[in-house]
């Protein structure tokens, strides 16, 4: 059975950094690209970005570029979101994803059931 | 970045009831659509990949439609288990985007 699990989320306060985990089971991790999903309370979903099976190639969110960081450690199947420089516009859920991708489909076929964080002082 | 729209925002439906939802691109997304459910405990899946495609384990009362920049979800008959959250995604272009959503209510 995939199982994606994050965690990590909290509170935090403006300015700092955090770093969520979300750790992978029940499928070949470093064969899949794998994905990051914010919900900000009450509002829609936002894709933050991707990463690939090696890490040679990770895609962002233009807007968050600078902000965050996905890596990826495939010996411990484990997916990784840095976030610096937080204000209370990242007080979101934050969801990882399984990316198939494949021909002409990517989708997130599988999704963790998410970990919230709060950016306040 | 590409918009994606989607019609209605809310929809309250009976039981038993045809609907459909749709989903409006700013640009031509040469079928790259995608549509997931959010259910209220927070749990995502996907539902329709590629416009069309029914995911595995997904009933078959969920079809995907369009072509273009328009794009539609429906559900032939609604069972209580639907009633939610739907969104589509195109990934056309970089970075991929959300539709706004479409709460599913049971009137």
């Known amino acids: 059975e995939v199982k994606l699990v994050e965690s990590g989320g909290g509170l935090v306060q403006p300015g700092r950094s955090l770093k969520l985990s979300c750790a992978a089971s029940?499928?070949?991790?470093?064969?899949?690209?794998m994905g990051w999903v914010r919900q900000a309370p009450g509002k829609g979903l936002e894709w933050i970005g991707e990463i690939n099976q090696d890490s040679s190639t990770i895609n962002y969110t233009p807007s968050l570029k600078d902000k965050f960081t996905i890596s990826r450690d495939n010996a411990q199947n484990t997916l990784y979101l840095q976030m610096s420089k937080l204000g209370s516009e990242d007080t979101a859920i934050y969801y990882c994803?399984?990316?198939?991708?494949?021909?002409?489909?990517?989708?997130?076929?599988?999704w963790g059931p998410g970990t919230m964080v709060t950016v306040s002082s | 970045d590409i918009q994606m729209t989607q019609t209605p925002s809310s929809m309250p439906a009976s039981l038993g009831e045809r609907v459909t939802i749709s989903c409006r691109a700013s640009q031509g997304i040469s079928n790259y659509l995608n549509w997931y459910q959010q259910k209220p405990d927070g749990t995502i899946k996907p539902l329709i990949y590629?416009?069309?495609n029914l995911q595995s384990g997904v009933p078959s009362r969920f079809s995907g439609s369009g072509s273009g920049t328009d794009y539609s979800l429906t559900i032939s008959s609604l069972e209580p288990e639907d009633f939610a959250m739907y969104y589509c995604?195109?990934?056309?272009?970089?970075?991929?985007?959300f539709g706004g959503g479409t709460k599913l209510e049971l009137k």
């Open positions: 994803a399984r990316v198939d991708a494949v021909a002409l489909y990517w989708y997130f076929d599988f």
């Open positions: 590629y416009t069309s």
């Open positions: 995604q195109q990934y056309d272009s970089s970075p991929p985007t």
């Open positions: 029940g499928f070949s991790f470093n064969d899949y690209w």
